[in-house]
């Protein structure tokens, strides 16, 4: 499934496409979108493919189409501080962005059948956390994964303001996948081949809306134990947050407020990283006939404006390579340098920064 938009040649360069073809729709998406590599969670080997609106699978590790992840975020309709169930977590992609829309005081958990991929979707977002740019400009609701088959869910677990289930429902557990949901709350699955919201506009009632044709894998059906009984999976604990961790994310944002605050004062904006150009391809304009014997075959002419344009491309050409040459110089980590210059003890500067090692 996929193929709606143009490859991409790095992330951004997919954000703009799945931008143009509407796929992304809203800012706050974008950015999720923007802030996490989709490449970073592709096998060593294997990132070619990552900007390419395609999906992708390695033994057990999926990822869906970038325009299907488009689709989901924006018909969850996310704010911050609301609880999230992802139903085949797989390797924590979606989980990831939708953290950084749901903030620190929102709920974000997992449900993934494969262990391993458990193990890759943790190992993800650990390195995401430690090294990514993008983790110091965002409040993030760090994912909670747990293994099991998201139909063997326990009965008394609690409900969720969004669902996302990521293989095709049958219609049969429909009205299980329901129950998991919140009135007021927004579902999204796919079932008969479309992706689908659902929502829980009371306590029997709902309101469906198809969004587009999909094709996904249906649902592994769960296997009975040797009592001929289903295992039930427990879902992780909607634990409040200590005091502690409330200090350091309040922390962090009156110092984020404040490099914002101070920036602003002296009128210094940040600016973006620069996107790599695409190459410029000469076209020559067929503008004179000859004939071959009784055939008449088109000759191109080269003009003035031709020899112009190809001495324009080379130029720039010559210009993107010596930039390419030049060292890159890292972009400041503002929020990390205020914090490191505090005058506080050692240990205290590492729990603040998340221990990043940059």
């Keep these: 499934m996929g193929g709606a938009v143009s490859a991409g040649e790095d992330n951004d ?62 018909a969850l309709k996310l704010q911050p501080g609301l609880s999230f169930l992802n139903l085949g977590s797989g390797t924590g992609y979606l989980s990831t962005m939708v953290g950084l829309i749901l903030g620190p005081f929102g709920i974000n958990h997992g449900i993934e059948l494969h262990s391993d991929v458990v193990e890759y979707a943790k190992e993800k977002l650990e390195s995401f956390i430690k090294y990514s740019d993008s983790f110091d400009k965002f409040e993030f609701c760090e994912p909670a994964f747990v293994v099991g088959n998201c139909l063997e869910i326990a009965s008394d677990s609690h409900q969720y303001d969004r669902i996302y289930c990521g293989a095709g429902v049958q219609k049969d557990h429909e009205n299980y996948m329901k129950i998991l949901l919140k009135v007021g709350g927004i579902l999204v699955m796919p079932i008969e081949d479309q992706l689908t919201q659902i929502l829980r506009t009371g306590q029997n009632t709902w309101e469906s809306k198809n969004i587009l044709a999909v094709s996904f894998a249906p649902l592994v059906q769960p296997n009975r134990n040797d009592n001929g009984k289903h295992d039930t999976v427990g879902l992780p604990p909607c634990a409040v947050r200590n005091l502690q961790d409330l200090a350091r994310i309040y922390i962090r944002r009156t110092l984020r407020n404040f490099i914002n605050e101070e920036m602003k ?8 990283p620069p996107k790599r150009k695409r190459r410029r391809c000469r076209r020559r304009r067929i503008n004179t006939y000859v004939f071959v014997g009784n055939q008449l075959i088109p000759q191109p002419l080269d003009s003035e404006e031709d020899e112009r344009m190809e001495d324009d491309n080379k130029e720039e050409e010559d210009k993107d390579h010596s930039e390419a040459l030049k060292p890159e110089e890292p972009p400041r980590n503002l929020l990390r340098e205020k914090i490191m210059s505090l005058p506080l003890p050692e240990s205290l500067k590492a729990y603040l920064t998340y221990y990043r090692e940059k």
């Design 265 to 272: 004062a002296k009128g210094i904006t940040q600016k973006a």
């Design 13 to 74: 360069d997919l954000i703009d496409n799945l931008k143009e073809a509407q796929y992304i729709r809203t800012e706050s998406v974008e950015q999720a979108f923007r802030a996490i590599d989709r490449g970073d969670y592709y096998l060593e080997g294997y990132r070619d493919n990552a900007y390419k609106d395609l999906a992708w699978k390695h033994g057990n590790i999926h990822l869906s189409a970038p325009c299907i992840y488009s689709e989901v975020m924006e």
